[in-house]
């Protein structure tokens, strides 16, 4: 079969195919065409068999997993907590003050 020996001459799957005869879809797939294709894959091995060398698949390029060793962020707690609520009145204090808008007083 052409596209094999153009294969083993050294050519591209996809360049191999399209001068073979194939369509340019089939040849932008040529792994599904290798997987399902006996004929192929036989004509492959007959011209390796035949020229006694070995087809070299490209080297597999593993992608490193990079796993996040970020720290948690320590949310920084008072010692102790200062009231929300006047001791007077109970009503709500407002900034950083700490002042009580209802019984006019500053909470220490």
Do not use: Y
Not at 38 to 67: D, F, G, N, S, Y
Not at 86 to 93: D, F, I, T
């Amino acid at each position: 079969m052409k596209a094999a020996s153009l294969v083993m001459d050294g050519w591209s799957f996809q360049r191999a195919l399209l001068e073979s005869g194939f369509s340019k879809w089939t040849a932008k797939c040529p792994g599904h065409l290798l997987r399902n294709s006996r004929a192929l894959r036989a004509a492959i091995e007959a011209e390796r068999e035949r020229r006694l060398a070995q087809l070299i698949p490209q080297p597999i390029r593993r992608h490193k997993q990079t796993l996040s060793i970020k720290k948690p962020i320590k949310v920084q707690q008072p010692k102790w907590q200062l009231p929300e609520r006047c001791s007077e009145c109970r009503g709500p204090l407002e900034g950083n003050d700490r002042w009580c808008p209802n019984c006019r007083r500053i909470e220490p």
